[in-house]
């Protein structure tokens, strides 16, 4: 038998320390000889112990190699603790046992028979020869080069290749490298190569990988493989797949947060595609758990579906509980416990009074956060107007009294008007300079308003003689600010008799009303050009105005109201008729026989409100109690226009009782005016009178003019 040279210079050596080991602890117990064994021998052990409880291929090569220095240092300490040389000689013969047990592994720890022939080719070799006949030249065969030269690869990497090169190189690839995955049976990741070295991989798929490592295809993921600092090529040549079928099985029955995020909801057909979860927080004290994510790509906008969210996080699909906020890449997404808008948030004085930039909160949000309208834009240094939108009891009036109590507190004069009357705008009377109930006064609020346009034009200002556009704030400024509120607005802009009047009016004072101090702030159930709202009216009223919509009846005609008072409309947040939590499975009700639960809550009050950067918030406006006294949200005194406006109105006409029915020559010829046609008919619904109704008025200016001349 044919005897390796490493295994014969390996017995050797343990014949030749054999006296040493027996000698050396009786000798010297102490010296450096005898404590550099056992250290060798220490180490040995703990080589030992980390391969037997490694998982790596090779496990057993290195606990052969460590037992020869563990066996000699028990030998060691076995003769240090024996006297002498132990009953008869026993540590001599501890010392050769040692020496030919690990004699007879040497050939054991060898994986290869590199640096020798072959055996049988040495017995071969001593046979005697026997002539052979004589044979016809075999043609020469190129050499075949092997697909890895030897690289001392383990045997983990060697099987995974033996796989691979059965499945005949799948994509043109060489496996470099197989990586098991801690803490499982069959899960590993693989880099390949390109077997043309500087060609890329074009063709290799995840089906390839499953079948050569028998998986399914949707348990192997591909990836690209990155240059590393210790030299490791990367780029268009290089590839690893990661074949986990354990982790798939695992992920299918118990997921991750993470992992449900990525698979059903991040997906194409998930309610955020595109997007990661980055943290799910829970505020036990509001009852709402947050989850905060992010698009993958910075430049997509998030395109949100709140039920698909809900589905895919296993969370009830609640529109009055679940609620989404997006900021630029990220979003929020809230899911309370009961309706959190349900609850009421009552009006105070110190809430609706105005700060230094004209600011007062109007609501709160979903997450408890203030919202804030204004009463003048600070940042343009001019008044704003107003837009209300809602359908009838979604909570206008009570928005009213909010805006007309921060507009008293910070020094305006409110006039309101309404298509009928009521108990609200009644009481709210008593709190502002005037208020009236039918289009007719309607109709002369707007032209006293436009009128008051010219006088404020030429005030002059006490600190210099002259007249100057109105500024917020400035003390020296000689009038007050007037906001003008028309409640039903596009009712009466279809009145027969006085809706043209309105509606030029409302246009004309949308344009010039700013530079005067004066705010119209119209409401109704609609912000369409049919309804009495002009583009131009539109326009202006978007851009000075932070627009509030109610509940509109449905979900798109609250969307498509938004859409109408924003520039850019987005993720528009919806309001149901009522917050109605769910409670149990419908159909287990219906297979019972039961009722659905009344436990729905009114969204009164409810409101999206669009922010200065287009931004739609939903928020809960404040409550102010109309059976109670309102005296506590009002000034202690109520503001009024100054005597010099009152009297120029009065030289115009224009100032007095607007209840009263209309005059003669008001705002149509009278019946003694010798140009006027008996014939004529009244005019209609934006309509003017049709013949010898003097010049053609194109400015306020004239308008003031063509007034005066009517004036008795």
Same mark, same amino acid.
């Not at 000689?89 to 050769?96: E, H, I, R, T, Y």
């Given at each position: /038998?044919?005897? *390796?040279?490493?295994?014969?210079?390996?017995?050797?050596?343990?014949?030749?320390?054999?006296?040493?080991?027996?000698?050396?602890?009786?000798?010297?117990?102490?010296? *450096?000889?005898?404590?550099?064994?056992?250290?060798?021998?220490?180490?040995?052990?703990?080589?030992?112990?980390?391969?037997?409880?490694?998982?790596?291929?090779?496990?057993?090569?290195?606990?052969?190699?460590?037992?020869?220095?563990?066996?000699?240092?028990?030998?060691?300490?076995?003769?240090?603790?024996?006297?002498?040389?132990?009953?008869?000689?026993?540590?001599?013969?501890?010392?050769?046992?040692?020496?030919?047990?690990?004699?007879?592994?040497?050939?054991?720890?060898?994986?290869?028979?590199?640096?020798?022939?072959?055996?049988?080719?040495?017995?071969?070799?001593?046979?005697?020869?026997?002539?052979?006949?004589?044979?016809?030249?075999?043609?020469?065969?190129?050499?075949?080069?092997?697909?890895?030269?030897?690289?001392?690869?383990?045997?983990?990497?060697?099987?995974?290749?033996?796989?691979?090169?059965?499945?005949?190189?799948?994509?043109?690839?060489?496996?470099?490298?197989?990586?098991?995955?801690?803490?499982?049976?069959?899960?590993?990741?693989?880099?390949?190569?390109?077997?043309?070295?500087?060609?890329?991989?074009?063709?290799?798929?995840?089906?390839?990988?499953?079948?050569?490592?028998?998986?399914?295809?949707?348990?192997?993921?591909?990836?690209?493989?990155?240059?590393?600092?210790?030299?490791?090529?990367?780029?268009?040549?290089?590839?690893?797949?990661?074949?986990?079928?354990?982790?798939?099985?695992?992920?299918?029955?118990?997921?991750?947060?993470?992992?449900?995020?990525?698979?059903?909801?991040?997906?194409?057909?998930? @309610?955020?595609?595109?997007?990661?979860?980055?943290?799910?927080?829970?505020?036990?004290?509001?009852?709402?758990?947050?989850?905060?994510?992010?698009?993958?790509?910075?430049?997509?906008?998030?395109?949100?579906?709140?039920?698909?969210?809900?589905?895919?996080?296993?969370?009830?699909?609640?529109?009055?509980?679940?609620?989404?906020?997006?900021?630029?890449?990220?979003?929020?997404?809230?899911?309370?416990?009961?309706?959190?808008?349900?609850?009421?948030?009552?009006?105070?004085?110190?809430?609706?009074?105005?700060?230094?930039?004209?600011?007062?909160?109007?609501?709160?949000?979903?997450?408890?956060?203030?919202?804030?309208?204004?009463?003048?834009?600070?940042?343009?240094?001019?008044?704003?107007?107003?837009?209300?939108?809602?359908?009838?009891?979604?909570?206008?009036?009570?928005?009213?009294?909010?805006?007309?109590?921060?507009?008293?507190?910070?020094?305006?004069?409110?006039?309101?008007?309404?298509?009928?009357?009521?108990?609200?705008?009644?009481?709210?009377?008593?709190?502002?300079?005037?208020?009236?109930?039918?289009?007719?006064?309607?109709?002369?609020?707007?032209?006293?308003?436009?009128?008051?346009?010219?006088?404020?034009?030429? #005030?002059?200002?006490?600190?210099?003689?002259?007249?100057?556009?109105?500024?917020?704030?400035?003390?020296?400024?000689?009038?007050?600010?007037?906001?003008?509120?028309?409640?039903?607005? #596009?009712?009466?802009?279809?009145?027969?008799?006085?809706?043209?009047?309105?509606?030029?009016?409302?246009?004309?004072?949308?344009?010039?009303?700013?530079?005067?101090?004066?705010?119209?702030?119209?409401?109704?159930?609609?912000?369409?050009?049919?309804?009495?709202?002009?583009?131009? /009216?539109?326009?202006?009223?978007?851009?000075?105005?932070?627009?509030?919509?109610?509940?509109?009846?449905?979900?798109?005609?609250?969307?498509?109201?938004?859409?109408?008072? #924003?520039?850019?409309?987005?993720?528009?947040?919806?309001?149901?008729?009522?917050?109605?939590?769910?409670?149990?499975?419908?159909?287990?009700?219906? /297979?019972?026989?039961?009722?659905?639960?009344?436990?729905?809550?009114?969204?009164?009050?409810?409101?999206?409100?669009?922010?200065?950067?287009?931004?739609?918030?939903?928020?809960?406006?404040?409550?102010?109690?109309?059976?109670?006294?309102?005296?506590?949200?009002?000034?202690?005194?109520?503001?009024?226009?100054?005597?010099?406006?009152?009297?120029?109105?009065?030289?115009?006409?224009?100032?007095?009782?607007?209840?009263?029915?209309?005059?003669? @020559?008001?705002?149509?010829?009278?019946?003694?005016?010798?140009?006027?046609?008996?014939?004529?008919?009244?005019?209609?619904?934006?309509?003017?009178?049709?013949?010898?109704?003097?010049?053609?008025?194109?400015?306020?200016?004239?308008?003031?003019?063509?007034?005066?001349?009517?004036?008795?």
């Amino acid at each position: /038998m044919f005897l *390796p040279r490493s295994v014969a210079l390996e017995r050797l050596a343990y014949a030749l320390t054999a006296p040493a080991v027996a000698v050396t602890p009786n000798l010297s117990p102490d010296g *450096p000889a005898n404590i550099a064994l056992l250290l060798a021998g220490a180490a040995g052990t703990a080589n030992a112990i980390v391969a037997a409880t490694s998982r790596l291929p090779g496990s057993g090569q290195r606990i052969l190699r460590s037992l020869p220095l563990a066996l000699a240092a028990g030998a060691d300490l076995t003769a240090v603790w024996t006297p002498g040389y132990g009953p008869w000689q026993s540590d001599v013969l501890l010392a050769a046992g040692w020496a030919l047990l690990c004699g007879a592994f040497a050939p054991l720890s060898r994986t290869s028979r590199r640096g020798h022939r072959p055996a049988l080719d040495t017995q071969i070799s001593a046979l005697p020869t026997v002539p052979a006949p004589a044979a016809l030249p075999a043609p020469a065969s190129p050499v075949k080069e092997p697909l890895h030269p030897e690289d001392g690869a383990p045997l983990y990497t060697r099987s995974a290749r033996d796989l691979w090169e059965r499945a005949g190189l799948p994509g043109g690839t060489l496996l470099v490298k197989a990586i098991p995955h801690p803490d499982t049976k069959r899960d590993l990741t693989i880099l390949l190569r390109s077997k043309d070295p500087g060609r890329p991989i074009r063709s290799l798929s995840e089906a390839d990988v499953a079948a050569a490592f028998a998986v399914e295809e949707r348990e192997v993921a591909l990836a690209p493989v990155e240059r590393q600092p210790d030299g490791r090529q990367g780029g268009p040549g290089w590839i690893q797949a990661h074949i986990t079928p354990d982790a798939t099985a695992r992920r299918a029955k118990t997921p991750t947060l993470q992992e449900r995020w990525a698979d059903k909801v991040a997906g194409p057909k998930g @309610g955020a595609p595109g997007s990661e979860l980055i943290t799910r927080t829970r505020d036990e004290s509001r009852g709402v758990t947050f989850y905060r994510a992010r698009m993958t790509d910075e430049a997509e906008a998030p395109r949100i579906d709140l039920a698909k969210v809900c589905r895919g996080l296993g969370i009830p699909a609640d529109d009055s509980c679940v609620f989404v906020l997006i900021d630029g890449a990220e979003f929020l997404i809230s899911a309370f416990d009961t309706p959190p808008l349900s609850q009421t948030f009552p009006a105070t004085r110190e809430l609706l009074t105005p700060d230094a930039k004209g600011m007062y909160v109007c609501g709160y949000t979903t997450t408890g956060q203030p919202v804030k309208n204004m009463i003048y834009q600070h940042d343009k240094n001019a008044p704003c107007h107003g837009l209300i939108l809602g359908v009838s009891r979604s909570g206008k009036t009570q928005f009213f009294a909010l805006a007309m109590a921060a507009l008293s507190l910070g020094g305006g004069v409110v006039w309101l008007g309404t298509v009928r009357k009521d108990e609200k705008t009644s009481v709210l009377g008593r709190y502002i300079d005037r208020q009236g109930s039918n289009a007719l006064w309607v109709a002369r609020s707007l032209r006293a308003a436009k009128a008051l346009c010219e006088i404020r034009a030429e #005030m002059p200002w006490p600190h210099d003689g002259q007249p100057h556009d109105y500024k917020p704030g400035d003390p020296r400024c000689p009038y007050r600010p007037l906001a003008v509120f028309a409640d039903e607005f #596009m009712t009466t802009t279809k009145d027969e008799e006085y809706g043209g009047f309105i509606q030029t009016d409302a246009d004309d004072l949308t344009v010039t009303g700013l530079k005067y101090g004066i705010g119209f702030v119209p409401a109704g159930q609609s912000p369409f050009a049919h309804d009495g709202f002009s583009s131009g /009216m539109k326009a202006n009223l978007r851009q000075n105005s932070r627009a509030v919509v109610f509940n509109m009846g449905n979900p798109s005609s609250t969307r498509k109201a938004v859409e109408g008072a #924003m520039e850019n409309p987005h993720d528009v947040p919806t309001i149901p008729a009522r917050y109605s939590q769910q409670e149990g499975s419908a159909i287990e009700r219906a /297979m019972r026989g039961e009722a659905d639960p009344e436990n729905g809550v009114s969204t009164g009050g409810v409101a999206v409100i669009v922010l200065d950067n287009g931004r739609a918030v939903l928020m809960r406006s404040l409550f102010a109690d109309f059976d109670t006294d309102l005296a506590e949200i009002f000034p202690d005194e109520v503001l009024r226009l100054t005597d010099y406006e009152i009297t120029e109105l009065e030289k115009l006409g224009l100032w007095f009782d607007w209840s009263e029915p209309e005059r003669p @020559g008001e705002f149509r010829p009278g019946p003694d005016d010798e140009d006027a046609d008996e014939d004529e008919p009244r005019p209609r619904s934006g309509g003017k009178p049709s013949r010898k109704r003097g010049p053609e008025v194109t400015s306020a200016r004239q308008a003031l003019e063509v007034i005066k001349a009517l004036t008795p």
